[in-house]
């Protein structure tokens, strides 16, 4: 079940910080030093990597054969992904490195592979589901909804993935899911200030 996950990655983009307050920032005051970081989790760390160097090809239709979306999709095979990485056969690119830059280089940071390793080593942790990221395009654009419109019209959609198309903050925004016919209209609200 990964409703849940998407409704609060959508609420942490659409509020802003000071209607929805997260914990203290990483930036605050009195954050834990580098050297005493604790392990790194899904959310916070390892999904903005998969999502975003993996994801292209692991998922439904792509030509990986299975997908990497979830955190259960990642966890599953955590061990799998870190060997992977590890020897550089993922993501798929042949060049040496130290041969010249190449455009649109699919080879992953050293950073992130040690992320992944750190993140497999200390025990493949969830972390806090509002961190997960939500990839979007387009201009930004701030605009309100009532949060439990915008909750039911989450919750009805089947699929695991779900759009939220907005067009400006006076527009109704869409709500589909990948694949279905299913849309739902949600009216915007006026923001104060
Ligand atoms: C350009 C498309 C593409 C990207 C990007 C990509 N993969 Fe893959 N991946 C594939 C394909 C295709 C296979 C199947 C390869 C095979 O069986 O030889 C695969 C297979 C795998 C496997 C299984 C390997 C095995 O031995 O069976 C793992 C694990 C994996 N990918 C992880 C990742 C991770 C982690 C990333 C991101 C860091 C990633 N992939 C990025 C296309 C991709």
């Not at 005493?36 to 998922?59: E, M, N, W, Y």
Request: hydrophobic letters at 40%; charged letters at 20%.
């Amino acid at each position: 079940m990964t409703t849940i996950p998407h409704v609060l990655s959508l609420f942490a983009v659409l509020w802003s910080p000071d209607l929805a307050p997260q914990g203290p920032s990483p930036k605050s005051p009195g954050a834990a030093p580098a050297a005493g970081k604790s392990a790194p989790t899904f959310t916070q760390d390892v999904a903005p990597i998969v999502l975003g160097h993996c994801a292209t090809c692991h998922r439904p239709g792509e030509v990986a054969p299975f997908p990497l979306l979830s955190f259960a999709d990642v966890q599953k095979r955590g061990k799998m992904i870190r060997q992977v990485v590890d020897d550089r056969f993922m993501p798929p690119w042949h060049p040496e490195p130290g041969y010249g830059e190449f455009r649109n280089c699919l080879r992953l940071p050293d950073a992130d592979v040690h992320t992944i390793d750190a993140w497999v080593e200390g025990g493949m942790a969830e972390g806090p589901k509002e961190a997960l990221p939500a990839p979007f395009a387009g201009e930004p654009l701030e605009i309100g909804f009532n949060p439990e419109f915008l909750r039911d019209g989450i919750e009805s959609v089947q699929s695991d993935e779900i759009q939220l198309k907005l067009i400006s903050p006076l527009r109704p925004g869409l709500i589909q899911g990948e694949g279905d016919d299913y849309s739902y209209l949600i009216m915007p609200i006026r923001l104060a200030g």
